[in-house]
Every structure is written in structure tokens, then in C-alpha cells.
């Protein structure tokens, strides 16, 4: 897996940069976005500080669908379907093309380390996955440490889950509750 670093700035319009050399200056949302989800194969996009980098960009949306943003996480501006969770990810996908490219803060894994260029957030970003590959983990996102353990042991775990309870079970469990709302129920066998 390959690390791509962006970086934005503001000076009257918006730069992005990226760790290979590449950048975009404009303020046009559309040229923006379809600069973030140019094509990279087995590649995970990365900056610093998510929520600063992509400020920059989102306010180009205007203030009443950045609040749509931030309340349900989710923002259809056509022809882009966005996804955001501050400090986490923002992912943008292209409708009609289908192109689709998740951006990860890396802030969360380092919060006391401080980066100042792209090139570093890129080193950062390798660093990480060589760490990450030391324990035996290859993730193929970012989100948070959860998704990365989620996504590189418990998904490859034979855990039983809630359709495995066997009916007549849950129908014991539930004439046995007092039908309080802080009641749990649990598989197992009792004398």
C-alpha cells in the first residue's frame, strides 16, 4: 500500500497539495474535488490535520450545507456524494463515474508530534503502515485504530453475533426480562 499526502493552503484561492509533486489552485469546488479523486491504485490518501485541510475546501460549499455536513455527516452536491467525520475521514465519490477516494487525518495516531510540510505527513503516513505491518495488521483504510483492528483481526474471527441465538432462546430471554430498557440479554447456560 502506497501513502499519498495532500496539504491545503488559502491565498485568495484555494492550493492543494500533494506529496508526489502534483497541485491545484482554484476555487472551484468541482476542479477541486476532481483533483482529489484522480486515480491511484493501492494507494491510502492521508493529511495531517483533517478537519483544517478540508475547511479550507468545504467553505467553497457555502455555510448552510456545511451545517447539513456536519449534522448528518452526509451531503449530496451534485454530481458528489460526501461523507464526513471530523478528525476521522472525509470521502468524496463521483456519481456518474463512480470514482470514489477517502481522505484520513493522521493527527489521531501522533496528537503530540508536530508536521509542517506534506512530504512529512507523507513520511508519517509510512511510518504508520510499516508499525502497523510489524503486528501483522495491512489495513486498506485509516479511520481510527478501531477500523484498523476491526478490519485486520476481528473481521477474520468466527465470533458468533446476534442471528446466532437461537430463536427459542431470545423468545426465553424476553419473557424472562422485567422489560426495563437497561436490561441485557446474554447467551449461556444457567442451573
Request: proline share 5%; charged share 25%; glycine share 6%.
Amino acid at each position: 500500500m502506497r501513502i499519498v499526502a495532500y496539504q491545503t493552503t488559502i491565498n485568495g484561492k484555494v492550493l492543494i497539495e500533494e506529496s508526489g509533486g502534483e497541485f491545484v489552485v482554484s476555487n472551484d469546488i468541482d476542479e477541486l474535488f476532481a483533483f482529489l479523486l484522480e486515480p491511484y491504485e493501492d494507494t491510502i490518501k492521508v493529511c495531517w490535520d483533517l478537519d483544517s485541510t478540508v475547511s479550507i475546501i468545504l467553505r467553497l460549499l457555502g455555510e448552510a450545507k456545511c451545517r447539513i455536513l456536519r449534522s448528518t455527516k452526509r451531503l449530496f452536491y451534485p454530481p458528489f456524494h460526501l461523507f464526513y467525520i471530523p478528525d476521522k475521514i472525509l470521502s468524496i465519490r463521483h456519481t456518474p463515474t463512480r470514482r470514489k477516494m477517502s481522505l484520513y487525518g493522521l493527527r489521531q495516531y501522533y496528537p503530540d508530534l508536530d508536521v509542517n510540510n506534506v512530504e512529512e505527513v507523507q513520511m508519517v503516513g509510512v511510518k504508520l503502515l510499516k508499525e502497523l505491518e510489524k503486528m501483522g495488521m495491512k489495513p486498506t483504510k485509516l479511520t481510527s485504530p478501531v477500523a484498523i483492528y476491526d478490519e485486520c483481526v476481528l473481521s477474520k474471527l468466527d465470533l458468533p453475533g446476534v442471528k446466532d441465538i437461537p430463536v427459542k432462546v431470545l423468545e426465553y430471554a424476553y419473557r424472562a426480562s422485567g422489560r426495563l430498557w437497561i436490561e441485557a440479554h446474554q447467551m449461556g447456560y444457567w442451573e
